[in-house]
């Protein structure tokens, strides 16, 4: 079936350093990928709509200078937190497909933990 | 716009028993609705989904859900339940004729506790 790799599961890392998460679908392509941040014990939030050679769709409220996103081929989706903060620790999650009313495939998650 | 509800935070029931995780979802359009379950410290692993016909979906691992138009439900159920089913899960729509593409809005997640 459909599988999407997201990469890396966990980040530790210091405060102001900028860390990328990669996301890719790896027997499909995907022209709109999705990342998401989900808080401890919450639901997904929806950061924004990664969108295959354009510019991504980002949430009310969510930075777009904050966090970067690049979708630069069918296949791979990357985030990156920059200048990262103890406030930006949190799970991250990204999806893609959905096409033909088939499910969103998720990745597994990248845990970023600032200090 | 779309929202999606479960009102439970968790739900406890004995190995053993049927369980149910309830949903209710508000859209402008025709629902597309499905169900995940996320297991600690991973992604969200597609249970079931319905988009048409019959209102009884089954899916992974013996769970199904109803889909019930009248009551804008789409409670998910398992007849035994089994202590491997503990964990978080998720309710997400699509509006059929909504603008927003294949985007998904969830319930804020149900955390299933099965005890031995």
Redesign the interface.
Known sequence: GAVVSQHPSRVICKSGTSVKIECRSLDFQATTMFWYRQFPKQSLMLMATSNEGSKATYEQGVEKDKFLINHASLTLSTLTVTSAHPEDSSFYICSAGGDNNQPQHFGDGTRLSIL | AQSVAQPEDQVNVAEGNPLTVKCTYSVSGNP?L?W?VQYP??????LL?Y?TGDNLVKGSYGFEAEFNKSQTSFHLKKPSALVSDSALY?CAV?DMGGNA????T????T?LMVKP
């Open positions: 597309y499905f995940y410290n991973r992604g969200l692993q597609f989904k988009i998720f699509r593409g294949n985007m998904l969830f319930g804020g997640g955390r």
